[in-house]
Protein backbone atom coordinates (compact mmCIF):
# COMPACT_ATOMS: atom_id res chain seq x y z
CA UNK A 1 0.00 0.00 0.00
CA UNK A 2 1.50 3.41 -0.95
CA UNK A 3 0.80 6.64 1.20
CA UNK A 4 0.93 9.33 -1.16
CA UNK A 5 2.92 12.33 0.89
CA UNK A 6 1.63 15.78 0.04
CA UNK A 7 3.98 17.80 -2.09
CA UNK A 8 6.40 20.11 -0.36
CA UNK A 9 5.01 23.16 -2.38
CA UNK A 10 1.50 22.72 -1.33
CA UNK A 11 2.51 22.31 2.17
CA UNK A 12 4.18 25.73 1.81
CA UNK A 13 1.04 26.96 0.32
CA UNK A 14 -0.97 25.93 2.38
CA UNK A 15 1.24 27.39 5.04
CA UNK A 16 0.77 30.56 3.79
CA UNK A 17 -2.59 30.57 3.10
CA UNK A 18 -3.34 29.65 6.74
CA UNK A 19 -1.13 32.07 8.62
CA UNK A 20 -2.56 35.64 10.00
CA UNK A 21 -0.40 38.31 8.40
CA UNK A 22 -3.25 41.19 9.93
CA UNK A 23 -1.45 40.25 13.94
CA UNK A 24 2.43 40.81 12.45
CA UNK A 25 3.15 44.03 11.88
CA UNK A 26 6.65 43.51 10.11
CA UNK A 27 5.67 40.68 7.89
CA UNK A 28 2.79 43.31 6.62
CA UNK A 29 5.28 46.14 6.58
CA UNK A 30 7.76 44.01 4.55
CA UNK A 31 4.53 43.31 2.12
CA UNK A 32 3.84 46.97 1.60
CA UNK A 33 7.80 47.77 1.01
CA UNK A 34 7.71 44.68 -1.76
CA UNK A 35 4.67 45.73 -3.48
CA UNK A 36 6.07 49.35 -3.83
CA UNK A 37 8.55 48.04 -5.78
CA UNK A 38 7.14 44.75 -7.04
CA UNK A 39 4.24 45.80 -9.48
CA UNK A 40 3.84 42.97 -11.95
CA UNK A 41 3.75 39.16 -11.48
CA UNK A 42 5.68 38.56 -14.42
CA UNK A 43 9.00 36.12 -14.82
CA UNK A 44 11.36 38.50 -15.85
CA UNK A 45 9.81 40.70 -12.79
CA UNK A 46 10.18 37.34 -10.79
CA UNK A 47 14.08 36.91 -11.97
CA UNK A 48 14.79 40.74 -10.83
CA UNK A 49 12.95 40.06 -7.83
CA UNK A 50 16.21 39.24 -5.94
CA UNK A 51 18.57 41.33 -7.36
CA UNK A 52 16.03 44.40 -6.53
CA UNK A 53 16.02 43.79 -3.04
CA UNK A 54 19.68 43.33 -2.93
CA UNK A 55 19.80 46.87 -4.33
CA UNK A 56 17.27 48.54 -2.13
CA UNK A 57 19.03 46.53 0.53
CA UNK A 58 22.92 48.65 -0.61
CA UNK A 59 20.84 51.87 -0.93
CA UNK A 60 19.73 51.68 2.59
CA UNK A 61 23.10 50.61 3.51
CA UNK A 62 24.56 53.57 2.02
CA UNK A 63 21.97 55.80 3.47
CA UNK A 64 22.68 54.78 7.00
CA UNK A 65 26.67 55.03 6.36
CA UNK A 66 25.96 58.70 4.86
CA UNK A 67 23.80 59.18 8.38
CA UNK A 68 26.60 57.72 10.78
CA UNK A 69 29.50 59.18 8.92
CA UNK A 70 27.77 62.47 9.44
CA UNK A 71 27.04 60.98 13.43
CA UNK A 72 30.88 60.46 13.68
CA UNK A 73 32.21 63.55 12.23
CA UNK A 74 29.99 65.72 14.32
CA UNK A 75 31.48 63.45 17.56
CA UNK A 76 34.80 64.42 16.22
CA UNK A 77 33.94 67.96 16.71
CA UNK A 78 33.16 67.41 20.08
CA UNK A 79 35.82 65.19 20.87
CA UNK A 80 37.80 67.63 19.22
CA UNK A 81 36.22 70.47 21.63
CA UNK A 82 36.46 68.16 24.91
CA UNK A 83 40.54 67.82 23.95
CA UNK A 84 40.58 71.31 23.45
CA UNK A 85 39.19 72.22 26.88
CA UNK A 86 41.23 69.33 28.63
CA UNK A 87 44.53 71.27 27.38
CA UNK A 88 42.71 74.57 28.77
CA UNK A 89 42.20 73.52 32.05
CA UNK A 90 45.57 71.68 32.13
CA UNK A 91 46.98 74.80 31.30
CA UNK A 92 45.18 76.63 33.76
CA UNK A 93 45.86 74.10 36.24
CA UNK A 94 50.08 74.60 35.79
CA UNK A 95 49.24 78.37 36.03
CA UNK A 96 47.73 78.33 38.71
CA UNK A 97 50.46 76.08 40.35
CA UNK A 98 53.12 78.52 39.60
CA UNK A 99 50.63 81.23 41.28
CA UNK A 100 50.20 79.46 44.24
CA UNK A 101 54.04 78.43 44.46
CA UNK A 102 54.65 82.30 43.78
CA UNK A 103 52.39 83.64 46.47
CA UNK A 104 54.00 80.93 48.68
CA UNK A 105 57.01 82.82 48.28
CA UNK A 106 55.88 86.02 48.64
CA UNK A 107 54.39 84.88 51.96
CA UNK A 108 57.36 83.61 53.56
CA UNK A 109 58.94 87.24 52.20
CA UNK A 110 56.72 89.51 53.68
CA UNK A 111 56.47 87.32 56.91
CA UNK A 112 60.30 87.56 57.09
CA UNK A 113 60.26 91.49 55.96
CA UNK A 114 57.80 92.13 58.63
CA UNK A 115 59.58 90.51 61.15
CA UNK A 116 62.37 92.57 60.36
CA UNK A 117 60.39 95.34 60.69
CA UNK A 118 59.16 94.67 64.03
CA UNK A 119 62.94 93.78 65.34
CA UNK A 120 64.00 97.62 63.81
CA UNK A 121 60.80 99.01 65.32
CA UNK A 122 62.07 97.50 68.88
CA UNK A 123 65.70 98.49 68.16
CA UNK A 124 64.31 101.98 67.49
CA UNK A 125 62.34 102.23 70.41
CA UNK A 126 65.38 100.98 72.51
CA UNK A 127 67.50 103.45 70.96
CA UNK A 128 65.52 106.21 70.96
CA UNK A 129 64.72 105.15 75.49
CA UNK A 130 68.42 104.84 75.69
CA UNK A 131 69.10 108.19 74.10
CA UNK A 132 66.57 109.83 76.25
CA UNK A 133 67.61 108.70 79.74
CA UNK A 134 71.09 108.55 78.65
CA UNK A 135 72.46 111.40 76.03
CA UNK A 136 73.30 115.11 77.85
CA UNK A 137 70.75 118.02 77.18
CA UNK A 138 72.08 121.21 76.51
CA UNK A 139 71.81 122.65 80.08
CA UNK A 140 73.73 119.24 81.27
CA UNK A 141 76.67 119.68 78.36
CA UNK A 142 77.79 123.35 78.88
CA UNK A 143 78.99 122.39 82.42
CA UNK A 144 81.21 119.65 80.50
CA UNK A 145 82.61 122.20 77.62
CA UNK A 146 83.52 124.66 80.81
CA UNK A 147 85.59 121.64 82.14
CA UNK A 148 87.37 121.36 78.69
Known amino acids: MVVEQPHVLSKRLSKILEARFEN ?3 TLEALKQLSSFYK ?7 RNLRSQIEKRSLDINR ?13 DLVYNDVEEMSKS ?3 MTHRLQNSKTQTKQLLQQTNVLQGAKERNATEHEISTAFLKNFQLVSTN ?8
Open 24 to 26: EQE
Open 40 to 46: ENTLQAR
Open 63 to 75: DFLASFLEVKETF
Open 89 to 91: IKE
Open 141 to 148: LLPVQERQ
